[in-house]
């Protein structure tokens, strides 16, 4: 996901800075070319050679250190940046990155550096709440910084309480956010639904079905990293929602059409992938619940139809896509179905293929519009979200 791109980490003196040896090994599998920069201090809490083992770069430590790879080190590193990051960022180089101070190599190339720049403050809750501290971190902020807002927990010091650097996969997904992808959906709002609904029989049991989220997550997931305001409604999944995304759980079909109805309507794109069945049980009494020979004959009602009432209320610069899950007929039952709920797309699966349909990491789709049909080869859902967003974006 990051081929090509340069990340460049500043690592300062604090007790967090171990943890980046971790961001470090998942940004080089995730193909990106590593630069590490270490404070002095830094050095106390993780050697340098941790850092070049891993990114097969020079780590660079001091201003004056001979290195044969740049002419002037510090200027050519922060212009071959897509991203800086400075984590753990101690209250001694914030103090110094606020005030414009470079007197080593990191601040001299944070000073440099032209590239977005992300800030992590790791420190003890006390010295975090410090006014001067908070101060500094506003004012890097107004110059376009990114402040990353520390974690809470207990620190090193065994005080509990914010201060703690957010894990490294959480830095990872801030990292990817700012330079993973071209943000060509930027200034978009997409609404996006993924998952089952659970439709209660009783207040034990109920009725569900195999879909995982997995598809609309990775929908979700891509739109953001292209720059994308989403938010996502979703049944019950056993997923972490992507990060900077608005996220709104829901149980049964009727509070999916509630929360979906309630934002329709400031969406540019809506894609319903969640797996919404077509029938709930009825709310009848226990009484009234008919039995025949011995079995019982649960009562079924319709659900509203949520893709349905989206087409129906679908403004002219609105873009609507659905999913179909089919087991015969695909084509032309997804075609019957994008003129029935006045769809802009639907995404067909064929159930029988392997490696598509529910559960599993991959998708075999196909994309149909009211006027082409596009049939992708089996591929990660990740890969397939893109594919979608692309194909909305080209329409
Ligand atoms: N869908 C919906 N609300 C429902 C049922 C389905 O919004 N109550 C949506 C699904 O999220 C999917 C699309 O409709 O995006 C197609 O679902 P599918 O079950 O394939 O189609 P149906 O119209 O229900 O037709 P059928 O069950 O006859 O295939």
Redesign the pocket.
């Known amino acids: 996901m990051l081929q090509g791109k340069t990340v460049v980490l500043g690592v300062t003196g604090s007790i967090a800075a171990y943890k980046i040896a971790n961001l470090a090994s998942m940004l080089v599998k995730q193909h990106a070319e590593v630069h590490v920069i270490m404070t002095e201090n830094a050095v106390n809490f993780i050697n340098p050679i941790t850092f070049e083992t891993l990114t097969n770069h020079k780590c660079l430590v001091d201003t004056f250190d001979r290195n044969f790879q740049f002419h002037v080190a510090h200027v050519n590193l922060a212009a071959q940046a897509d991203v800086m990051l400075i984590a753990p960022a101690s209250a001694d180089v914030i103090g110094k990155l606020a005030g414009g101070i470079a007197d080593d190599m990191l601040t001299t190339t944070a000073l440099a550096c032209k590239a977005p720049m992300l800030i992590a403050p790791a420190m003890n809750t006390y010295m975090y709440e410090n006014p001067i501290l908070q101060d500094n971190l506003r004012k890097l902020e107004s110059c376009g910084k990114e402040i990353i807002e520390p974690a809470s927990g207990m620190l090193a010091c065994r005080d509990i309480g914010k201060g703690k650097m957010p894990e490294p996969e959480i830095l990872m997904q801030y990292i990817l956010r700012t330079i993973a992808m071209e943000k060509d959906l930027a200034g978009k709002r997409v609404l996006v639904?993924a998952g089952p609904t659970r439709e209660a029989i009783d207040p034990v049991r109920y009725i569900t079905n195999y879909s995982t989220g997995k598809m609309g997550y990775a929908i979700a997931q891509n739109a953001m990293l292209r720059g994308a305001k989403v938010t996502l409604v979703s049944g019950p999944c056993n997923i972490l929602p992507p990060m900077f995304t608005e996220f709104y759980p829901v149980i049964s079909?009727q509070d999916m059409?509630e929360a979906v109805m309630e934002r329709q309507a400031e969406s540019d794109i809506v894609i319903?992938?969640?797996?919404?069945?077509?029938y709930r049980p009825a709310q009848v009494s226990e009484e009234k619940i008919k039995k025949k020979d011995g079995e019982l004959i649960l009562p079924l009602t319709?659900?509203?139809?949520?893709?349905?009432t989206?087409g129906e209320k679908k403004r002219s610069d609105q873009f609507l896509c659905?999913?179909?899950?089919?087991t015969q007929n695909m084509l032309e039952?997804s075609r019957a179905?994008i003129r029935?709920?006045n769809l802009d797309m639907?995404v067909a699966n064929n159930l029988k293929v392997d490696g598509a349909g529910f559960g599993t990491d991959t998708n075999v789709i196909t994309i149909i519009t009211p006027d082409s049909e596009q049939e992708l080869p089996l591929m990660s859902k990740a890969e397939a979200a893109g594919r979608i967003l692309d194909a909305i974006i080209a329409s």
């Open positions: 639904t079909a059409y319903m992938t969640a797996a919404v069945a077509d319709r659900t509203n139809d949520i893709l349905r989206l659905g999913f179909s899950m089919e039952n179905k029935k709920k639907i």
